[in-house]
Structure formats: structure tokens, C-alpha cells
């Protein structure tokens, strides 16, 4: 991998921090070649510390280390994306990321329809909500709806109408994420049980 570490006439370039498992940025650091070398060395984020005029691997004092897992390098070859495993908080102040953000695993517009579904659950009283209905119905009109809607996704999958299919397949995930809330589950909790097997 070339890297241009002379591109800013310091030596230094930015390295973006992402959690390998969440892909949620955690900081920015700046490396020279020796702090990547190290890096790659001892399989622990090293920086150049700018304040410090030294290498600095992050976690030295604190004991939250940023355990390398891959090194990419941007188009321009002056930037790299480092893949981690976060040991502890990444932030000196003691928050996961140095944007005082929480590091939690999240499924983009998923997982605002499960807050949405989960606020309808603890609001059963609302009489437009067609979930508040369902969840008001008790679990087997939930689960019942599942199954409607997986018979519904097969008939679905041996005709060639891509439409039909994909509203069909819309309205079985929508109706699982209930079924998951009606049960005190999440989409993280099946994540784990699929992470275990691979």
C-alpha cells in the first residue's frame, strides 16, 4: 500500500478511526510512517501526537487500546480508514467516541421503525395506530400476522410480479419487528444469535 505521508510537508496524515463491528467513527488521529509501522508492529493504534512531539499508542495510559483489525488507504493516498476493536471507551473523557456518541450497533432506517414500533407498544391507548392495535390484540394476533405474511411472501416468490414481492417481503420484516417487540426483542438480539453460528 503506497501511502503519501508528504503530501502536508509535516509527515502527518489523518487516520479516521471506525469500529470494525459498527462501523461508527470513534476519533481522528494523525500518523507519520513510524506510527504506522507501529501500528502494524504491535496491532495497537499509534499516532503521532502532535502535542505530545512523540508516538503515542492510544490506550498507553488508560488501557483502552484500539486493537488494529484492517488499514485501508483513501483514492488520493493520503488519508487512511483503520478498522478497530475498541478495548474501553476511545475518548479521554470516558465516552465511547470523541463525539461523546455511543458505539451501539445500529441498522440505519430499521432500527428507527423498531423505536417507532417500540413507542406504539408503550402507547397501546393510541386508536389510529394500526401496531398499538395489534399489541392491544395480545401475541398470537401478532404472530399470526407473521405467518399471513410469510404464506403471502412465498405465493409472492413463484410469480414474477418483482412489486408484489418486495411489498409483500416489506410487510413480513415490518410485521417480525413487531413480533421481536412483542417478545422483548430487538434486531440486535438476532445479530447475536447469527454472529454465534458463523
Same mark, same amino acid.
Given at each position: 500500500?503506497?501511502?503519501?505521508? #508528504?503530501?502536508?510537508?509535516?509527515?502527518?496524515?489523518?487516520?479516521?478511526? $471506525?469500529? &470494525?463491528?459498527?462501523?461508527?467513527?470513534?476519533?481522528?488521529? *494523525?500518523? #507519520?510512517?513510524?506510527?504506522?509501522?507501529?501500528?502494524?508492529?504491535?496491532?495497537?493504534?499509534?499516532?503521532?501526537? +502532535? =502535542?505530545?512531539? +512523540?508516538?503515542?499508542?492510544?490506550?498507553?495510559? @488508560?488501557?483502552?487500546?484500539?486493537?488494529?483489525?484492517?488499514?485501508?488507504?483513501?483514492?488520493? $493516498?493520503?488519508?487512511?480508514?483503520?478498522?478497530? !476493536?475498541?478495548?474501553?471507551?476511545?475518548?479521554?473523557?470516558? @465516552?465511547?467516541?470523541?463525539?461523546?456518541?455511543?458505539? !451501539?450497533?445500529?441498522?440505519?432506517?430499521? =432500527?428507527?421503525? !423498531?423505536?417507532?414500533?417500540?413507542? +406504539?407498544?408503550?402507547? $397501546?391507548?393510541? !386508536?389510529?395506530?394500526?401496531?398499538? @392495535?395489534?399489541?392491544?390484540?395480545?401475541?398470537?394476533?401478532?404472530? $399470526?400476522?407473521?405467518?399471513?405474511?410469510?404464506?403471502?411472501?412465498?405465493?409472492?416468490?413463484?410469480?414474477? #410480479?418483482?412489486?408484489?414481492?418486495?411489498?409483500?417481503?416489506?410487510?413480513?420484516?415490518?410485521? *417480525?419487528?413487531?413480533?421481536?417487540? &412483542?417478545?422483548?426483542?430487538?434486531?440486535?438480539?438476532?445479530?447475536?444469535?447469527?454472529? @454465534? +453460528?458463523?
Amino acid at each position: 500500500m503506497k501511502i503519501d505521508f #508528504n503530501k502536508n510537508n509535516d509527515g502527518l496524515i489523518p487516520a479516521i478511526i $471506525q469500529d &470494525a463491528e459498527t462501523k461508527n467513527v470513534l476519533m481522528l488521529g *494523525y500518523m #507519520n510512517e513510524e506510527a504506522y509501522t507501529k501500528t502494524l508492529e504491535i496491532k495497537k493504534v499509534t499516532f503521532y501526537s +502532535r =502535542s505530545k512531539q +512523540r508516538l503515542w499508542t492510544k490506550g498507553e495510559e @488508560s488501557g483502552n487500546f484500539l486493537q488494529l483489525v484492517d488499514i485501508k488507504n483513501d483514492c488520493d $493516498q493520503d488519508t487512511l480508514l483503520v478498522s478497530v !476493536e475498541p478495548k474501553g471507551p476511545t475518548c479521554h473523557k470516558g @465516552s465511547d467516541t470523541c463525539w461523546n456518541e455511543s458505539n !451501539e450497533q445500529t441498522f440505519g432506517f430499521l =432500527s428507527q421503525l !423498531e423505536t417507532i414500533i417500540k413507542s +406504539r407498544k408503550e402507547n $397501546q391507548e393510541d !386508536e389510529k395506530s394500526y401496531v398499538a @392495535s395489534l399489541f392491544r390484540k395480545g401475541i398470537n394476533k401478532v404472530a $399470526q400476522k407473521v405467518g399471513e405474511e410469510a404464506v403471502e411472501v412465498v405465493i409472492e416468490a413463484k410469480d414474477n #410480479n418483482e412489486e408484489l414481492f418486495l411489498n409483500e417481503s416489506a410487510d413480513l420484516l415490518f410485521h *417480525y419487528l413487531i413480533l421481536l417487540q &412483542a417478545k422483548g426483542y430487538t434486531l440486535k438480539d438476532i445479530v447475536a444469535v447469527l454472529q @454465534s +453460528r458463523h
